[in-house]
């Protein structure tokens, strides 16, 4: 990592405004050259020079257990922090495997089936909405509507909470396809399954989730929001003061965790036998399935035939990633920046470090 023992002395007398006139290659030529970028893993050296890469953290498991780490870069420019392998980063949308993971252990639990009404008089959260919505409508996104565009509900009205958002998207933004005919990838729908949570169990979305999944995974260091030891964020070299509201994305968007975190919810989550899965055989097949309209898109996961599962998230400054393989792999990666081709680059680093354990 880009720790005292790998950084060059060069680096105390860079600028911030002379590091935001650098280009990639120049930016970690300065900064140490080879031993800089990547700690001599040429890989992530590559990597980094590419996408202009301030730090970048990752956990490796195979088997059920952790087998390789990293830190390599900066936490934070402008304080010159090193990064370390306990540094939080947003996830983005690698939250939304965790909110399945807490409806399905409700539907366990006899609280709710998939094929539960979502609202209207029949329906969990008791509204007024589109009566025909279902639970796994939200799970695989093809409620209808809402979808991760322009008009995004959760990116709109800043100022409204979860109930005033979600009423104000009902009134102003009725759904433009019938329940389960096509597929539009939905923050607002896991923002609905948050609620769900909520409602059935007796407490708040993430009170709920960090006792019955991530604490039982030893991940109950994660947090909705904002996290202790949390990276600063960078786009083209400038720091980024997001306005987003991060807490009230909790649900599709809003945890804060390390990648070795990210790991241990996900070695709860692979239906490998060691160590012993949060859900049962049966929940856990339905979950990752591939089916219905988008056979490429589960309940909360991205599928495919071979059998590995995986979500990516991306968010002003950030780009992560979660990958569970059918040869017994897991890991997680994140990035404290987000440009053009940088997930697709992150997923294809992830895999080729994997062939080195």
Known sequence: MWGRKCYDSRMNRI?????LGLSSGALLGALGGSRAAGGGDPAVRRFMEQFAVPGISFAIARDGRVVRQGAYGLANLEKQEDLSISHQ???ASVSKPITAAAI????ERGKLELDS???GDAGIL???GPERIRIRHLLNHTSGGWRNDITDPMFKKPGLDHAELIRW????????NEPGAAYAYSNFGYCLLGRVIEKLGGCPYEDFVKEHVLAPSGAGGMAVGEGEREVAYYMGGRSVLSKMDVARMDAHGGWVGTPSEMVAFGLRTDGFPDPIDLLEKDSLATMTARRGVNESYACGWSVNKVGNYWHAGSLPGL????VRTAEGYCWAACANTRTAGINRALDQL????SRSV
Not at 104 to 107: M, T
Not at 319 to 322: A, D, G, P
Not at 350 to 353: A, G, Q, S
């Open 89 to 91: 980063f947003r996830i």
């Open 15 to 19: 600028t911030r405004r002379r590091y």
């Open 319 to 322: 780009s992560s990633l979660l």
């Open 117 to 119: 009404l979502v609202f």
């Open 169 to 176: 998207t009902l009134e102003t933004r009725p759904p433009e």
């Open 126 to 128: 008791g509204i007024d």
């Open 104 to 107: 399905f252990l409700l539907l």
């Open 350 to 353: 992830m895999w080729d470090l």
